[in-house]
């Protein structure tokens, strides 16, 4: 295999531009070329108005060995070995019985999947709905505001993530190819190919909700179960030779108000960062998870006509709307208080989202269709807090801190999402007309002072933030952009903690993805499922029925 990397190409080429380019950097003819793989697309504009397609491709050729006598080129790399991803063989303790999956987020959703996939007939409980009652529920809400707790953008069929930018980056090393295969399987399931080299990869919250939706197929036909309505309300465990293990775990159907008790001795906690009432149930029976550091803030909308114009230059109006996407940005700032403000899943031509799943409490996300052809770009801007804001450093101390927040943002909204324009931000004072930007919202909402809603330690740090943005991409501190609240859960308050087995110290329990604190984002999450997977596969044999 040959890799071509940082390839340049006008942003108009067509796919025959890109063979020639290959072609001639190899210095071959066509009936030479046998395949042809993009590895990574990206847009370069740092040198604006001049700006370019960047490639990296695999090449399998007729005579590798000819090209590489004849290639002197740093950017082509020979007997290139992709990583390629491959699940363990199977081991030999037999299960008693079946492994059992709780959340069907990326995490569960992947777990599941790859368990499914090699004979282990997971059963996978969900609290919420599939994702086509699902939906209609979370627009439900947004219509009337009347909040479904077991179903809503949190908890149902995708997890949080299926009513999102669908945001398929991820800053995990792939050494072992996990992320290129959750690519392939979403590609597999309805996603578009080009996720598989887009620098930035997403697929939007209406693409997402159909692949979710075909992958939960599949598991039913490879032998897996899906309980919808299904809560975890408790786990049975009893001492074997001094240490914890899981032996049943209690279930309440939600659509009937019945329990029931699930025996089982693999339990993978993939719940998600919204599971409040399950932290709380776990620490109660002592399982070790402890308190971490995560970020809050607000949602920012801006003219994603503006962005475009910050981030491609006056090439962007002149020759490229059509061609280019929306246009992403991401911005960090040290402050002299010590904090660190940054943006946070940045959704280009998307909608501010009320993202509620308590009620009495309210919380904003961002999202995208797959097209991201919405007027305005929203981005979260947010601060770290860590168990020292808390005010203790108790485990579920930072979930009430998220509370707190979130009980605040909806007072004073009356229910409805708080909306100030940034100029009024900075001045402590409740916004009583908009300017241009007109926010573009799912779900009601409602002028206030967003500023009420923190410490002002917190509050000062956000201002100080987008003024210091202002001075990396032009126009972010407008007084008339569009800030909303409260954004508060951008990564799970609480770690569960695990050791090198991937078990909690009760035996039997795997805690797993963005909810049990290790993962951040809807790929990581399917990483860490994946990688669950491997490890009960590398210790059990497939289930049989007895």
Known sequence: MIRINQMKLDIEHTKEDLEKKVLKTLRI????????????????????PELYYVYSVDVQVKDEAKVRKNVKNKQVQFQVKPNIYHFPDSGEVVLEHRPVIIGTGPAGLFCGYMLAMHGYRPILLERGADVEERTRDVETFWKTGVLNPASNVQFGE?????????????????KDGRGREVMQIFTRHGAPEEITYQSKPHIGTDVLSSVVKEMRLYICEHGGEVRFYSQVTDIRTEKTNGTETLKAL?????KNGESYILETELAVLAIGHSARDTFAMLYRHGLPMQAKSFAVGVRMEHPQEMINQDQYGESYSRKYQTELPAAPYKLTASLENGRGVYTFCMCPGGYVVNSSSEPGRLVVNGMS??????????????VTVTPEDFGSDEPLAGVEFQRKLEEAAYREGNGKIPVQLFGDFCENQKSVKLGEVIPQMKGKYQLANTRNIFPEIIAESLEKGVLAFDKKLPGYART???????????????????????????????????????????????????????????????????
């Open 480 to 546: 008339d952009a569009v800030i909303s609240g409260v954004e508060s859960r951008t990564s799970s308050p609480v770690r569960i903690t695990r050791d090198e087995t991937l078990q909690s110290e009760f035996r039997g329990i795997y805690p797993c993805g963005e909810g049990a604190g290790y993962a951040g984002g809807i790929t990581s999450a399917a990483m860490d499922g994946m990688k669950i997977a491997e490890m009960i596969a590398a210790i059990y044999r497939p289930f049989v029925t007895n």
């Open 158 to 174: 995708g997890g949080a993530g299926t009513f999102s930018d669908g945001k398929l980056n991820t800053l995990v090393k792939d």
């Open 29 to 48: 003819k066509r009936d030479e070329l046998l395949e042809l793989q993009i590895r990574k697309q990206s847009v370069d504009a740092r040198k604006k």
């Open 369 to 382: 269709y797959s097209k991201r052809d919405g007027k305005n770009a929203n981005s979260a801007v947010i």
């Open 250 to 254: 209690e279930v309440q159907d939600l």
